[in-house]
């Protein structure tokens, strides 16, 4: 592309990102003031009512709520909310849902906001978006893709302005602040006054307390069990071994460590006992890898991470039934 070509192409790029930019500016802003009624003053003939306008109120992300798709939603996230991060607000759902949306600053002047080209709060982007954000960047390069020489300063300011306009900025919302949101797909999101990493929309649905980190008192937070353990955090043995989750996730990191059985499986080396001591044969016999269920391999128990724990080529189970077929009463 020659180069005075190029030139006018960034420049036609960068004044519609801005005028984008402020037109939503003007319309969240003044739909935060006003309510929605004013979006037929802002918005040309053929768009308006298009997209519908939502606000989701503090009192309603405080008890949890979903952010609808395809809807300029406006959210108020109670003063008096904890800090948390994007992932929390928006339920973990940004690696797998596109949604965008801004923030305005604490000291927001919607009349001087307007009269500068830029936002004066942040942008915030789900992973899924900056995935395909970059990948629609990368393609265009390599289509468009031109030595050029002699770029002046002013030609590398204008690439970084546009760049900068859809960059990934806020990972953190503290309490106050009001935020402008658009998603493809419906978005739980909600306050984590317990720090447990589970917003109320998310507590709310897997029926967890949100005034409490550790609804089941299994020693692993409700949000760890919801997102990355995969246990149920309103039961303590979640897969009915015998063993509390907390006790097979020794330290509450919410992730299965090589030292550690699974939590999600009754019997984790797949050898026919369950990993603590459960109830067999219709309730009359108690078998199990770990009699006392306390998490640790004491003597006389088996290894649940082994199906041979021993090393005799005799699988446990097997030790299990030579023992009660020879009247053993510790089997």
Known sequence: MPRPLLHSARKSLQWLTVSLGVLTLAVVSTAVEQGTSVEGRLLPPHMRGAIPWKTISADQMGKGTTAPADTNVIIQIPDDAKQMTL???TGYRGKDIRFWGYCFPENYDRDSALTKKRFPGTVFLSKRERE????????????????????TEEDLNQERVYRGSIRHQQEVFRGGTSCFLMTERPLPIGTDNDKDRANTAIERDVGSDPQNADTDADGVQDGAETFFLATNPVLRDSDGDGLIDGIEDKNFNGRRDLDETDATKWDTD??????????????QKLRGEDKNI??????????PLL????????????????????????C
Not at 270 to 283: F, N, Q, R, S, T
Not at 307 to 330: A, M, N, P, R, Y
């Open 87 to 89: 992932d929390v607000l």
């Open 132 to 151: 395909l954000r970059l990948e629609q960047q990368m393609n265009l390069r390599q289509q468009h893709f031109t030595v050029e020489n002699n770029l």
């Open 270 to 283: 797949a050898d026919g006992l369950c990993d603590g001591l459960c109830k067999v044969e219709k309730g």
């Open 294 to 303: 306390n998490g640790v391999l004491d003597e006389g128990e088996f290894n």
């Open 307 to 330: 199906i041979d724990s021993d090393g005799d080529d005799i699988l446990d189970l097997q030790e299990v039934f030579v023992c009660e077929l020879g009247g053993g009463t510790d």
